[in-house]
């Protein structure tokens, strides 16, 4: 299934520290009007897509609820991606009159300390009350992007994602774009320890767990996990520009959020002359990779993140940064 991430606006009522839309009170300037947003889900509505909602707070754009029910009732699944600050009852109940699916929602550990520390004061238990209005209402996920700061509370915030009954569990790295920053990342030694964790962790969990922008995972399964342990553990390589593409506010289509190369914008071209001719999508398919990724023995369920080759290398065909692997 194509994934489409659509950034609906760049206004959010946070500022966190490491967004990577580098999100402003306000909409920025040139967003796709709501004539041309029905326009784009009419030409993607036939591919069948997963179309994520996000921003910035996708809640801020005033045509959100209008933008989603268009695509659903075109046969989209519609998913959104919010700070989960402004899920009081009422939206909550015009989420589930759109017909959106499933609510992402970002914490950035299990308590106020460092999810506040990197959002703002007061915002972790904004999100869980946001949390308690969803549940057992709409299905939601809990999205984590991984630093520095955080990378030891993995582990008690998935707990905390199961307890609250999260469908979903959704472990980030971060990708230096927007506000983030290199000297946030974790090391590949530490980012290996996380993910041989969530590997051993995730087989006894209810809920699904999927690691984003780390696809050293799809290594680290089969070093940890026999075969036979290995039904249900979901790791992939990278799917920017083959199952997943990033579409900005302004129409920009770029393979992902965190890789901003773009290939073409819906305002100037049919986003399927872009999907099939951009020449970046079309290098991201072919997987001629360079560097130790080009000539690595897991490139097929790893190949690294490009878009962390791009931010650190400045070529999104080379070596993945946090990679620990060395034999080739």
Sequence with gaps: MLIIAWEVTGACNLTCEYCRASATPSPADGELSTKEALAFIDEVAPRRPM?????????????????????????????????????????????????????????????????????????????????????????????????????????????????????????????????????????PGEQDEILRQVARDSRNRKMEVKVTCAPQYGRIIREVLAASERRGVMGSACLAGTNFVFVSRTGDVSPCGYLPIVAGNVREERFSDIWEGSQVLIDLRKRELVGRCGGCEYREVCGGCRARAYAIAGDYLESDPLCSYREA
């Design 51 to 187: 179309l994520i909602l996000s921003g910035g707070e996708p809640l801020l754009r005033r045509d959100i609820f209008d933008i989603a029910r268009y695509a659903t009732g075109r046969g989209v699944r519609v998913s959104l991606a919010t700070n989960g600050t402004l899920l009081t009852p009422e939206t909550v109940e015009r989420i589930r009159g759109a017909g959106i699916i499933r609510v992402s929602i970002s914490l950035d550990g299990p308590d106020p300390e460092i999810h506040d520390l990197a959002r703002g004061e007061g915002s972790f238990d904004l999100a869980m009350g946001g949390i308690e209005n969803l549940r057992g209402r709409v299905d939601f996920q809990i999205n984590m992007t991984v630093t520095k700061e955080n990378l030891s509370l993995v582990g008690a915030t998935m707990d905390l994602a199961e307890e609250l009954g999260a469908v979903a569990f959704h472990i980030f790295f971060l990708v230096p774009t927007g506000r983030g920053r290199e000297e946030e990342l974790v090391d």
